[in-house]
C-alpha cells in the first residue's frame, strides 16, 4: 500500500515536470509510455492524470482522440478520484474549445470551478479562472477576461506561485493591448519579464518576449518589434522549442513584410512552414493561420494577388471557426484591398463592411481605426468621395487617441528608465556620504577617547573628560543637523528634477501632437480639393490647378508627418521625406489617364492587375545624412514638389519615359548646401531665360530660393534640363532672432 501511494506521488511529480517543459514536439515514444501508463496501472488518479496529458498532447493534431482521452478522464475521476474531476473538466472544456463549441465549452469550465470550490483546491480554483480568462481573451471579450484575471491574482500571490504569477501577467497584458491600452500593456509584460528573469524561467521570459515584440509592431517601432522577436527566437532555438520558434519565424516574417523588405520576410516565412510541415501534428490552428494570412499579405505586397487571395480564404475559415476576431478584421482588410486590385470592387466593399460589424463585437479601438481605414481607401477606389471622406474623419478621430496611448506609453518608457538611473545615482551618493561620515565620527569619537584617557592620568582628568564629552555631543548633534540638511537638498534637487522632467515631456509630447493636428488637417483639406476637382471633370484647366496646389499642401503635410513620428522634434531625416515625396507624385502623376478625370485624394488604391500604380518616370534620390529643421524642409521641400511636378508634365510629354535624378550634398564648410535635379527629357526652350519666365511655378522657387539665403540656376545638359540650387539652413526660434 504504502508503494503504491509511493507511486502515485512520483508520477504526479513527473507530470508536474513535463507540465513545466517547453511546449516542444514529442516522440512517438512519450505517447506509447503514456499509453503503457494507463493499460497497467492499478492507481486511478494516476490513469486520470496520464489520460489528461494525452488529451493536451493531440488537442492541436486530432481533436477526436483528444475529445476520448479527456471524456475517459472525466468519468474515470468522478468514479474513483473526485479530487481530480476539475482539472478533467478543464481539459475536456478546452477541447471544445479547440474545436469551435464556445458554450460548451465554458459550461465545463464553470462546472470545473465549482468542482474545485468544493474541494477547496485554491490550485485548481486559479487554474479555473486562468482557463476562463484565456478563453475571454480569445473571444475579444476583455472585461470579462479582466474580471477572470483578477479572481486569479490573488490565489497565485497566496500560493506564491512565481511562474503562474509570470503567466498572469503576461495575460493582464495581452487584455490591456486588446482593448488598446498599450502602456499598460507594456508595464505588464515588462513586469512579467522582470520575473521571468529574476526566476529564471527562459521559457517564459522567452515567451513573453514575442509578445513584447507584438506589441511594438503595433505600435509601428519596428526596430524594437526586431528585437525583443529575435530575442525569443534565440532563446526558443537554444531551448529547441520548436513549435514557439515556428510563430516566432512567422512573426519576424510580418515585420519584415511591413518594414517592405520581401526577401528576408520571404525567408523566414519559409523557414517558418518548412518547420510546420515537419512538425504539424503541434502546430496550433491559430497559428498556421496566421502564417497564410503573413504569407498572403507578403504576396499582394510583390503584385501576386490571386496566390494573396487562396492563403487569404485559406486562413479567413481558420479565424471565423476560432472566433478571432481581430485577427479577421486585419485579415479582411487585406482581402478588400485584393479584391480591389483584382477588379472585383463589389466583394472589396463586403469586406471592408465586415471589418466594421467585426469592430463592434471587439469593441476595440484598434479593431476600429483598422475598419475605419479600410472603409475610407475602398469607399475613395470605387469613387465615393463623400463617403470616404466621412470615414476618414472616423479613423482620424480614432487613431488619434491611439497615437496619443502611444506617445504616452514611449514617455512612460522613457521616464522609467530614466528614474530608475537617476534615483540609483543619488543612493550611490547618499550612501557614500553616510559612510564618510560615520567614519568620521568614529575617528573623532575614538580620538576624544583616547585624549580623555591621557588626560585621566593627570590631574584635570574630570575637567577635560567632561568637555570632551560635551563637544562629541555637540558635533554629533551638528552631524545629525547637517545629514538632515543634505537629505533636504537632495529631496528638493530630485523632486526638481523630476518637475523639469515632466514639464519637458509634456511639452514635447504637445508639440507633437500639434504636429499630429496639422498633418490631419492638411490632408482633410487635400481631400477637398481632390472633391472639388472630381465635381468638375470637364475642366481640365481647373482640376489642374487643385492638383498642384493639393501637390504642394501633401508636400507640407509631409514634413509634419515625419516630424510628430521622429525621436528629434528639431530636424528630420529629409532623404526619408524625398522617398515619401517621390512616391506620392509618381502615384499622382504615373497614371496614363494623368489624373483628368479624377484627381488623387489622399487615399489611393493601385489598378487592376498592378501591385503598385504605373510609372513612366523613374526619380532616383540621393540625400543620406542630410537632416534639415522645419524652417528649412518646408521651403526647400515646396521647391522640390515644383521641381519635379514641372519634370513630369513638360520634360516628358505625351507619357514618355524618363529618369530625373535628384541629389543634394552635405553642406560645406560654410554651411551651404546644393541640390541638383537633372533629367533626361526634351531639355528647356531655346530663348529659355529664368528671369522673364511667367511661371508661377518658377517664380515660386526663386522667392524661396531667396528665402533660404541661395542661389537657382536652370540650365540645358547634353540629355536635358538641370536645376542647381545653392541654400543655407534657416535659423528658428531665438536663434533666428
Given at each position: 500500500?504504502?508503494?503504491?501511494?509511493?507511486?502515485?506521488?512520483?508520477?504526479?511529480?513527473?507530470?508536474?515536470?513535463?507540465?513545466?517543459?517547453?511546449?516542444?514536439?514529442?516522440?512517438?515514444?512519450?505517447?506509447?509510455?503514456?499509453?503503457?501508463?494507463?493499460?497497467?496501472?492499478?492507481?486511478?488518479?494516476?490513469?486520470?492524470?496520464?489520460?489528461?496529458?494525452?488529451?493536451?498532447?493531440?488537442?492541436?493534431?486530432?481533436?477526436?482522440?483528444?475529445?476520448?482521452?479527456?471524456?475517459?478522464?472525466?468519468?474515470?475521476?468522478?468514479?474513483?478520484?473526485?479530487?481530480?474531476?476539475?482539472?478533467?473538466?478543464?481539459?475536456?472544456?478546452?477541447?471544445?474549445?479547440?474545436?469551435?463549441?464556445?458554450?460548451?465549452?465554458?459550461?465545463?469550465?464553470?462546472?470545473?470551478?465549482?468542482?474545485?470550490?468544493?474541494?477547496?483546491?485554491?490550485?485548481?480554483?486559479?487554474?479555473?479562472?486562468?482557463?476562463?480568462?484565456?478563453?475571454?481573451?480569445?473571444?475579444?471579450?476583455?472585461?470579462?477576461?479582466?474580471?477572470?484575471?483578477?479572481?486569479?491574482?490573488?490565489?497565485?500571490?497566496?500560493?506564491?506561485?512565481?511562474?503562474?504569477?509570470?503567466?498572469?501577467?503576461?495575460?493582464?497584458?495581452?487584455?490591456?493591448?486588446?482593448?488598446?491600452?498599450?502602456?499598460?500593456?507594456?508595464?505588464?509584460?515588462?513586469?512579467?519579464?522582470?520575473?521571468?528573469?529574476?526566476?529564471?524561467?527562459?521559457?517564459?521570459?522567452?515567451?513573453?518576449?514575442?509578445?513584447?515584440?507584438?506589441?511594438?509592431?503595433?505600435?509601428?517601432?519596428?526596430?524594437?518589434?526586431?528585437?525583443?522577436?529575435?530575442?525569443?527566437?534565440?532563446?526558443?532555438?537554444?531551448?529547441?522549442?520548436?513549435?514557439?520558434?515556428?510563430?516566432?519565424?512567422?512573426?519576424?516574417?510580418?515585420?519584415?513584410?511591413?518594414?517592405?523588405?520581401?526577401?528576408?520576410?520571404?525567408?523566414?516565412?519559409?523557414?517558418?512552414?518548412?518547420?510546420?510541415?515537419?512538425?504539424?501534428?503541434?502546430?496550433?490552428?491559430?497559428?498556421?493561420?496566421?502564417?497564410?494570412?503573413?504569407?498572403?499579405?507578403?504576396?499582394?505586397?510583390?503584385?501576386?494577388?490571386?496566390?494573396?487571395?487562396?492563403?487569404?480564404?485559406?486562413?479567413?475559415?481558420?479565424?471565423?471557426?476560432?472566433?478571432?476576431?481581430?485577427?479577421?478584421?486585419?485579415?479582411?482588410?487585406?482581402?478588400?484591398?485584393?479584391?480591389?486590385?483584382?477588379?472585383?470592387?463589389?466583394?472589396?466593399?463586403?469586406?471592408?463592411?465586415?471589418?466594421?460589424?467585426?469592430?463592434?463585437?471587439?469593441?476595440?479601438?484598434?479593431?476600429?481605426?483598422?475598419?475605419?481605414?479600410?472603409?475610407?481607401?475602398?469607399?475613395?477606389?470605387?469613387?465615393?468621395?463623400?463617403?470616404?471622406?466621412?470615414?476618414?474623419?472616423?479613423?482620424?478621430?480614432?487613431?488619434?487617441?491611439?497615437?496619443?496611448?502611444?506617445?504616452?506609453?514611449?514617455?512612460?518608457?522613457?521616464?522609467?528608465?530614466?528614474?530608475?538611473?537617476?534615483?540609483?545615482?543619488?543612493?550611490?551618493?547618499?550612501?557614500?556620504?553616510?559612510?564618510?561620515?560615520?567614519?568620521?565620527?568614529?575617528?573623532?569619537?575614538?580620538?576624544?577617547?583616547?585624549?580623555?584617557?591621557?588626560?585621566?592620568?593627570?590631574?584635570?582628568?574630570?575637567?577635560?573628560?567632561?568637555?570632551?564629552?560635551?563637544?562629541?555631543?555637540?558635533?554629533?548633534?551638528?552631524?545629525?543637523?547637517?545629514?538632515?540638511?543634505?537629505?533636504?537638498?537632495?529631496?528638493?534637487?530630485?523632486?526638481?528634477?523630476?518637475?523639469?522632467?515632466?514639464?519637458?515631456?509634456?511639452?514635447?509630447?504637445?508639440?507633437?501632437?500639434?504636429?499630429?493636428?496639422?498633418?490631419?488637417?492638411?490632408?482633410?483639406?487635400?481631400?477637398?480639393?481632390?472633391?472639388?476637382a472630381y465635381e468638375h471633370p470637364n475642366l481640365p484647366a481647373l482640376t489642374e490647378m487643385l492638383q498642384e496646389g493639393q501637390?504642394?499642401?501633401?508636400?507640407?503635410?509631409?514634413?509634419?508627418?515625419?516630424?510628430?513620428?521622429?525621436?528629434?522634434?528639431?530636424?528630420?531625416?529629409?532623404?526619408?521625406?524625398?522617398?515619401?515625396?517621390?512616391?506620392?507624385?509618381?502615384?499622382?502623376?504615373?497614371?496614363?489617364?494623368?489624373?483628368?478625370?479624377?484627381?488623387?485624394?489622399?487615399?489611393?488604391?493601385?489598378?487592376?492587375?498592378?501591385?503598385?500604380?504605373?510609372?513612366?518616370?523613374?526619380?532616383?534620390?540621393?540625400?543620406?545624412?542630410?537632416?534639415?529643421?522645419?524652417?528649412?524642409?518646408?521651403?526647400?521641400?515646396?521647391?522640390?514638389?515644383?521641381?519635379?511636378?514641372?519634370?513630369?508634365?513638360?520634360?516628358?510629354?505625351?507619357?514618355?519615359?524618363?529618369?530625373?535624378?535628384?541629389?543634394?550634398?552635405?553642406?560645406?564648410?560654410?554651411?551651404?548646401?546644393?541640390?541638383?535635379?537633372?533629367?533626361?527629357?526634351?531639355?528647356?526652350?531655346?530663348?529659355?531665360?529664368?528671369?522673364?519666365?511667367?511661371?508661377?511655378?518658377?517664380?515660386?522657387?526663386?522667392?524661396?530660393?531667396?528665402?533660404?539665403?541661395?542661389?537657382?540656376?536652370?540650365?540645358?545638359?547634353?540629355?536635358?534640363?538641370?536645376?542647381?540650387?545653392?541654400?543655407?539652413?534657416?535659423?528658428?526660434?531665438?536663434?533666428?532672432?
Amino acid at each position: 500500500m504504502n508503494f503504491s501511494r509511493l507511486l502515485v506521488v512520483l508520477f504526479c511529480y513527473l507530470i508536474a515536470v513535463v507540465e513545466s517543459a517547453p511546449c516542444r514536439a514529442q516522440p512517438a515514444a512519450f505517447t506509447d509510455s503514456l499509453l503503457t501508463v494507463v493499460r497497467t496501472t492499478h492507481s486511478k488518479p494516476q490513469q486520470v492524470l496520464t489520460l489528461i496529458k494525452l488529451s493536451e498532447y493531440f488537442r492541436n493534431s486530432d481533436s477526436t482522440r483528444a475529445y476520448g482521452y479527456a471524456e475517459r478522464a472525466v468519468a474515470l475521476a468522478r468514479q474513483h478520484a473526485d479530487t481530480l474531476e476539475a482539472r478533467a473538466l478543464l481539459a475536456l472544456g478546452i477541447v471544445y474549445q479547440f474545436q469551435g463549441h464556445y458554450p460548451v465549452a465554458m459550461t465545463h469550465y464553470q462546472q470545473a470551478l465549482k468542482r474545485a470550490q468544493a474541494h477547496r483546491n485554491i490550485r485548481e480554483i486559479a487554474q479555473c479562472y486562468r482557463t476562463m480568462s484565456i478563453y475571454y481573451i480569445n473571444r475579444s471579450e476583455f472585461t470579462k477576461a479582466w474580471t477572470a484575471a483578477q479572481y486569479e491574482l490573488p490565489l497565485r500571490q497566496q500560493m506564491h506561485d512565481t511562474v503562474k504569477l509570470i503567466g498572469l501577467y503576461n495575460n493582464m497584458a495581452n487584455i490591456f493591448r486588446g482593448q488598446g491600452d498599450y502602456p499598460a500593456a507594456l508595464q505588464a509584460y515588462l513586469r512579467s519579464i522582470k520575473m521571468a528573469n529574476g526566476a529564471r524561467r527562459a521559457t517564459e521570459e522567452a515567451y513573453v518576449s514575442a509578445n513584447i515584440g507584438w506589441l511594438y509592431q503595433q505600435l509601428k517601432d519596428y526596430p524594437l518589434a526586431l528585437r525583443y522577436l529575435n530575442r525569443a527566437v534565440s532563446m526558443h532555438e537554444e531551448q529547441r522549442d520548436t513549435t514557439n520558434t515556428i510563430t516566432d519565424y512567422s512573426s519576424l516574417g510580418e515585420v519584415y513584410t511591413l518594414m517592405k523588405q520581401y526577401s528576408t520576410a520571404q525567408r523566414f516565412l519559409e523557414k517558418s512552414l518548412r518547420l510546420g510541415q515537419a512538425h504539424g501534428s503541434r502546430i496550433s490552428a491559430l497559428d498556421k493561420a496566421r502564417t497564410y494570412a503573413i504569407l498572403g499579405r507578403l504576396q499582394a505586397k510583390q503584385g501576386h494577388h490571386t496566390l494573396a487571395l487562396r492563403n487569404f480564404q485559406q486562413a479567413e475559415k481558420t479565424f471565423r471557426r476560432i472566433h478571432q476576431h481581430s485577427y479577421l478584421i486585419k485579415l479582411l482588410s487585406s482581402m478588400a484591398e485584393t479584391y480591389h486590385a483584382l477588379g472585383r470592387p463589389q466583394e472589396a466593399q463586403r469586406a471592408a463592411a465586415q471589418t466594421l460589424e467585426l469592430a463592434r463585437e471587439t469593441k476595440s479601438s484598434a479593431d476600429f481605426v483598422d475598419a475605419w481605414c479600410t472603409l475610407a481607401k475602398i469607399s475613395a477606389a470605387n469613387g465615393d468621395f463623400a463617403a470616404a471622406y466621412a470615414y476618414r474623419v472616423r479613423f482620424e478621430e480614432s487613431s488619434d487617441s491611439l497615437f496619443s496611448a502611444q506617445k504616452e506609453q514611449q514617455l512612460l518608457s522613457l521616464q522609467t528608465r530614466y528614474d530608475f538611473r537617476e534615483k540609483e545615482a543619488q543612493i550611490a551618493l547618499l550612501r557614500k556620504d553616510t559612510a564618510l561620515m560615520r567614519s568620521k565620527a568614529r575617528l573623532q569619537y575614538w580620538f576624544g577617547g583616547a585624549m580623555s584617557g591621557a588626560l585621566l592620568l593627570a590631574s584635570l582628568l574630570g575637567i577635560s573628560w567632561y568637555r570632551r564629552y560635551q563637544a562629541q555631543r555637540t558635533a554629533n548633534r551638528q552631524l545629525q543637523i547637517r545629514d538632515g540638511e543634505i537629505a533636504a537638498k537632495n529631496d528638493a534637487l530630485l523632486r526638481t528634477q523630476q518637475r523639469l522632467y515632466q514639464s519637458l515631456s509634456e511639452k514635447e509630447m504637445l508639440l507633437k501632437e500639434v504636429h499630429h493636428r496639422v498633418k490631419n488637417n492638411l490632408q482633410i483639406i487635400a481631400s477637398l480639393f481632390a472633391l472639388q476637382a472630381y465635381e468638375h471633370p470637364n475642366l481640365p484647366a481647373l482640376t489642374e490647378m487643385l492638383q498642384e496646389g493639393q501637390n504642394r499642401i501633401q508636400t507640407i503635410a509631409l514634413i509634419h508627418e515625419l516630424l510628430y513620428q521622429s525621436a528629434d522634434l528639431a530636424r528630420i531625416d529629409f532623404h526619408q521625406f524625398l522617398q515619401q515625396l517621390t512616391a506620392y507624385l509618381s502615384n499622382a502623376f504615373g497614371r496614363p489617364m494623368r489624373m483628368r478625370t479624377r484627381p488623387v485624394g489622399v487615399f489611393s488604391m493601385p489598378y487592376a492587375q498592378d501591385a503598385e500604380p504605373p510609372t513612366a518616370v523613374l526619380i532616383n534620390t540621393q540625400a543620406t545624412g542630410v537632416y534639415l529643421n522645419a524652417s528649412t524642409a518646408v521651403p526647400l521641400g515646396l521647391i522640390l514638389n515644383e521641381l519635379l511636378s514641372n519634370a513630369y508634365n513638360h520634360a516628358f510629354p505625351d507619357g514618355r519615359n524618363g529618369q530625373v535624378d535628384l541629389h543634394i550634398s552635405a553642406p560645406d564648410s560654410s554651411g551651404t548646401f546644393t541640390a541638383t535635379i537633372s533629367d533626361n527629357g526634351v531639355g528647356l526652350p531655346r530663348n529659355f531665360k529664368l528671369e522673364n519666365t511667367s511661371s508661377l511655378g518658377l517664380r515660386l522657387v526663386n522667392n524661396l530660393t531667396r528665402q533660404l539665403k541661395g542661389t537657382f540656376q536652370a540650365q540645358n545638359s547634353a540629355s536635358g534640363a538641370r536645376f542647381i540650387i545653392t541654400f543655407q539652413e534657416a535659423k528658428e526660434g531665438l536663434e533666428a532672432q
